[in-house]
């Protein structure tokens, strides 16, 4: 990738947070559904799951930003909980990690990956948790490969369909 990214915090309810997060949710509407997603449907969801837990201080947001040629674009997103409802005590909980389609497997995911992971151990949390859909098989693979290991349920949400764990310590 010939695209120099940067990652930042951002909101995740105004732009460039607000345009990751439509992302996100248009990809997995789209795949819950199994056709692309409403802007109807984004909104809804939107409505029905808050992300006001993704800002200091009770979580962050991060967005990638490339530097292409058509400007910066917006490549990714991760929020991280430091607490809430669903969240271990003794954990920082991963959420509402994507990457957008054209740069799936060129490190964007991981970059994301890799500074909630050390921003979790730099706050001292034991572990850190997501859940996630089945179908997020790109998602799931990079978890894994990062060390994440499938765990029982920890929270209910009722769109997840396997939970992961990554032992900080």
Known sequence: MS???????????TEPGL??????????????????AT????????????????VAPLGTFLV????????????GCVGLRWRGEGVPEDA???????????VRG???????????????REAGRARLVLD???DLVEARTLYERAGFVEVEPYNGNPHAQVWYALDLS
């Open 39 to 54: 802007a109807d449907e984004v909104a809804a969801f939107a409505a029905q799951s808050p992300d006001e837990d993704l």
């Open 3 to 13: 695209t120099t990214i940067a990652l930042h915090e951002a909101r995740p309810d």
């Open 64 to 75: 990638a930003i490339g530097d292409g040629a058509d400007g910066d674009d917006v490549l």
């Open 106 to 120: 060129d490190g964007v995911g991981r970059l994301l990956l890799d500074e909630v992971v050390r921003r979790a």
């Open 92 to 102: 920082a909980e991963i959420k509402r990690m994507w990457t957008a389609p054209a």
């Open 19 to 36: 345009g990751a997060l439509h992302g996100y949710l248009d990809d997995v509407i789209g795949r819950m559904q199994g056709r692309p």
């Open 132 to 134: 996630s859909r089945a």
